[in-house]
Nanobody, 120 residues
Framework: VQLQASGGGLVQAGGSLRLSCAAS????????IGWFRQAPGKEREGVSG????????YYADSVKGRFTISSDSAKNTLYLQMNSLRPEDTAVYFC??????????????WGQGTQVTVSS
C-alpha cells in the first residue's frame, strides 16, 4: 500500500489549493480514506474523510464550507479542494487509509505529507 500526496504550497489568505493523493496497492472504494493535518506544536487533526462503500463524507468543523473532499475511482486518487484558506490552515497534510470502511476507525497507512502554508 502506498499513498503519494501532492499539491501543497504557499498561498495567500483567501486563496485555494487542491491536494491530490495517488493510492496504490488497494482500491479506494472499499476503505475509509481521507486527510489529516499537523501544524507545528499542535496535535494531529482529522480534516476530512470518505467512508468506504457509500461515499459518505466527513469534515472537521474548522473546514466545513471551505474544503471539499472527493475521489476518482478510475484513477484511484483522492482529492482535497481547499478554498478560502486561512493562516490557521497552515500545516503538513497527510492522506490516510483506514483499516475498514469506517472513517472513525483505525488507520494503517499514511502518506508522506505535503506542506500547506497560508500567508496573512
Amino acid at each position: 500500500v502506498q499513498l503519494q500526496a501532492s499539491g501543497g504550497g504557499l498561498v495567500q489568505a483567501g486563496g485555494s489549493l487542491r491536494l491530490s493523493c495517488a493510492a496504490s496497492g488497494f482500491t479506494l472504494d472499499y476503505y475509509a480514506i481521507g486527510w489529516f493535518r499537523q501544524a507545528p506544536g499542535k496535535e494531529r487533526e482529522g480534516v476530512s474523510g470518505i467512508r468506504g462503500g457509500d461515499g459518505s463524507t466527513y469534515y472537521a468543523d474548522s473546514v466545513k464550507g471551505r474544503f471539499t473532499i472527493s475521489s476518482d475511482s478510475a484513477k484511484n486518487t483522492l482529492y482535497l479542494q481547499m478554498n478560502s484558506l486561512r493562516p490557521e490552515d497552515t500545516a503538513v497534510y497527510f492522506c490516510v487509509k483506514g483499516i475498514s470502511s469506517n472513517w472513525y476507525g483505525d488507520f494503517d497507512s499514511w502518506g508522506q505529507g505535503t506542506q500547506v502554508t497560508v500567508s496573512s
